[in-house]
């Protein structure tokens, strides 16, 4: 442990109440993940020279049906994917305890299938082209996780490995997962995620868009997005803390890059599929 580790700074994880109801940051940063992310593809949409012969896929009117659609996908898609990729035998075990959202357990990996579910859906129903959908849900999806990995350091969840970089930070938590170790410096990874995962990634796609023209290729920013997402995620992975147990944690490998590789792979596929016009 260093003498110059940096403590962590315990913020109240309750953001503020009203009477009995408590509201977190980690709910905050939901919503205003999905909420920016709303405004963003809504200016998107009214940006016409992004987009091939200047017609966007659909109207700003049907952005509020895609916000609904999609924040449904996310919750249950993210609910679920922790669930069952991460910790099944214990909620298996007490199933009601799915539902105790507020209790934390989200998984990225299953809110980007629940939010594919839920703009297919939207696609069906209004009759607009699915990958130019998800191509505009990609571009603005950095926005929320920049947000959800300043949730969760706020939270000090899912902190990092130990380490004695002089930016390393004692999180209290670390305790109850690991007292074999602690006290312990960590590297601050979700800070390291909230910067990849959503600065960077925003910028590249951002990149993409305004000066490439990545719209008038459906599906090309859903591909660079997922490919994208996969390989912060596993860069940042190097330096976080492997789920306690988990049975995907393989040598030097991950869960979280394990999971990460079909995305990878998707990903690519979709970038192909894009670059060679074969998606409409």
Not at 78 to 98: K, Q
Not at 155 to 164: A, Q, Y
Request: glycine share 10%; net charge positive.
């Amino acid at each position: 442990m260093t003498i110059f580790a940096i403590p962590f700074p315990e913020i109240d994880p309750v953001a503020f109440s009203l009477g009995p109801v408590s509201v977190k940051w980690y709910g905050l940063a939901y919503m205003a993940g999905l909420i920016l992310g709303w405004l963003y593809v809504r200016r998107l949409l009214r940006e016409t020279d992004l987009w091939r012969g200047n017609k966007p896929p659909f109207g700003v009117e049907r952005v509020d049906d895609l916000l609904v659609y999609i924040a449904v996908g996310v919750i249950l898609g993210g609910r679920l994917g922790y669930v069952f990729l991460y910790d099944p035998a214990s909620y298996l075990a007490n199933p009601v305890d799915i539902l105790k959202v507020w209790q934390g357990g989200m998984s990225f990996h299953g809110a980007i299938l629940g939010s594919a579910v839920g703009i297919w859906l939207f696609s069906r129903a209004y009759g607009v082209s699915p990958w130019s959908a998800m191509d505009l849900c990609a571009a603005a999806n950095p926005i929320g996780l920049l947000f959800g990995r300043l949730a969760n350091f706020i939270n000090g969840e899912l902190f990092g490995r130990v380490s004695d970089v002089p930016w390393a930070m004692t999180f209290p938590q670390a305790k109850f997962l690991h007292p074999d170790v602690e006290p312990a410096t960590r590297h601050p990874s979700q800070l390291y995620e909230a910067l990849l995962e959503g600065l960077v990634l925003f910028l590249v796609l951002r990149f993409l868009t305004h000066h490439r023209g990545a719209l008038k290729s459906p599906g090309l920013i859903i591909g660079v997005f997922l490919a994208g997402y996969a390989i912060a995620r596993s860069v940042s992975e190097i330096f976080r803390e492997p789920h306690l147990g988990h049975a995907l944690n393989v040598g030097p490998f991950t869960a979280g890059q394990i999971y990460s590789l079909p995305m990878l792979l998707l990903g690519l596929y979709f970038i192909w599929r894009a670059r060679s016009g074969t998606t409409t």
